[in-house]
């Protein structure tokens, strides 16, 4: 294996351990970067590829290629093997820069530190950089009126850069008809159980953007979201409002996939109010007396007695079902016919002498009939009074 190889190998392995950056050989780490966000509103932060290509150039004697070489990233929280659950990291082509998005929530607020390297695959170089994004809770808390559009003709890298973000909060609040829209969340397509695009010109993975407000809907928007248009959206038909040209031509939003949301402020929960941990009044504590003395004896009475004397009523029951109340054979004849009575009777006599005749007869057993008859000889012997080894004694001569 090459040199350059190994070195890679070991840069992935330290960074996957979440080693430091002192521990990577060949190494280079830029100044600490602080950013901020609120609660509630996305946060987008763009790794420039200036900014480490610079730091490449300036780790290289000698011009290699490193201004246009690629470089791919790798972000991860500090002392975690991977990033935040709010947190997400896109780079589409090792020559675009990377990003990092997410929409953070009240339970994120703080500091969080996020480690960024840089890796040049050409040279093999890494350069690392700490990310402290600090969270705050949003001024005016997070917005009462949402709405969710999917945007069919773009990435979501593409929808992450500012300008893009702009334009789509222009056309956003010419439909909401309001000016206080700002941009809560993007997520790709994918990430919500769509489909990966066939590898065609044109073809898009699609974005979901949802976009708030401190005041309702148009009423424009508000019929996309009818029953009306929903059933039109059902028979495969595009649902009837005048506001289509707001996002054209630069987006292609899928009006059936239209979302509107109406979130309620969560009631802040009251803290505890703490004391000083000294009792008031003076004097010391004093304990509760004992409890008075019970008795328990009715209860374990009750608890005892009525399961036996329920069981025995019940075994009553069941015995006076089982004796006494048979229909015996008194009552099974009233019930019978008396041609079946009289039928049942004579087979019944005829069985018993037909019995009584063939055990007084004075012919001979047919040989057939005997147990241990020879057919080629005629020999029989007698199957009782066997003798000790009458076990033995073959049936066919030898």
Not at 147 to 172: C, D, S, T, Y
Not at 211 to 237: F, I, K, M, T
Not at 327 to 338: C, H, M, N, V
Request: aromatic share 6%.
């Amino acid at each position: 294996m090459e040199a350059p190889e190994l070195l890679r190998l070991w840069v992935l392995a330290a960074v996957a351990l979440g080693g430091s950056w002192a521990t990577l050989p060949d190494h280079q780490v830029l100044p600490d970067h602080r950013v901020s966000s609120e609660t509630g509103v996305i946060f987008v932060h763009e790794l420039e590829r200036e900014l480490f290509q610079a730091a490449f150039l300036t780790g290289t004697e000698d011009g290699d290629g490193s201004a246009a070489a690629p470089i791919t990233f790798q972000a991860h929280l500090r002392d975690h093997p991977d990033l935040p659950r709010w947190l997400r990291y896109i780079q589409r082509d090792p020559r675009q820069p990377g990003y990092l998005y997410g929409s953070p929530t009240a339970a994120e607020v703080g500091t969080h530190t996020i480690e960024v390297l840089a890796y040049n695959r050409l040279s093999y170089g890494t350069v690392a950089q700490r990310l402290l994004i600090t969270i705050i809770p949003a001024p005016g808390g997070e917005s009462p009126h949402q709405a969710e559009f999917l945007v069919g003709n773009r990435n979501v890298e593409e929808l992450l850069p500012g300008p893009a973000q702009e334009l789509f909060l222009q056309a956003a609040a010419e439909l909401w008809q309001r000016d206080d829209v700002r941009v809560l969340n993007v997520t790709s397509a994918l990430d919500r159980g769509g489909r990966v695009p066939l590898p065609i010109e044109g073809r898009k993975e699609g974005v979901y953007v949802r976009v708030g407000s401190g005041g309702p809907v148009s009423p424009c928007l508000g019929s996309l979201a009818a029953p009306q248009s929903r059933s039109r959206c059902s028979l495969g038909q595009q649902p009837l409002a005048p506001c289509y040209d707001a996002f054209a031509p630069h987006f292609s939003i899928r009006w059936c996939n239209l979302t509107l949301l109406q979130v309620r402020p969560s009631p802040t929960a009251l803290e505890p109010t703490w004391g000083s941990g000294v009792l008031e009044g003076g004097g010391d504590f004093q304990p509760p007396t004992d409890a008075p003395p019970r008795d328990l004896l009715p209860g374990f009475l009750v608890t005892l007695l009525v399961p036996l004397a329920v069981a025995a009523l019940l075994c009553l029951l069941l015995g006076h079902l089982m004796c006494c109340r048979r229909e015996g054979l008194q009552k099974r004849d009233l019930a019978t016919s008396d041609i079946q009575l009289v039928h049942h009777t004579s087979i019944h006599g005829d069985t018993e002498e037909l019995r009584h005749m063939a055990g007084s007869r004075d012919v001979p057993r047919p040989l057939s009939t005997l147990p241990m008859f020879n057919v080629r000889t005629g020999q029989r012997i007698n199957p009782l009074p066997r003798p000790s080894d009458g076990a033995r004694i073959p049936l066919l001569p030898q």
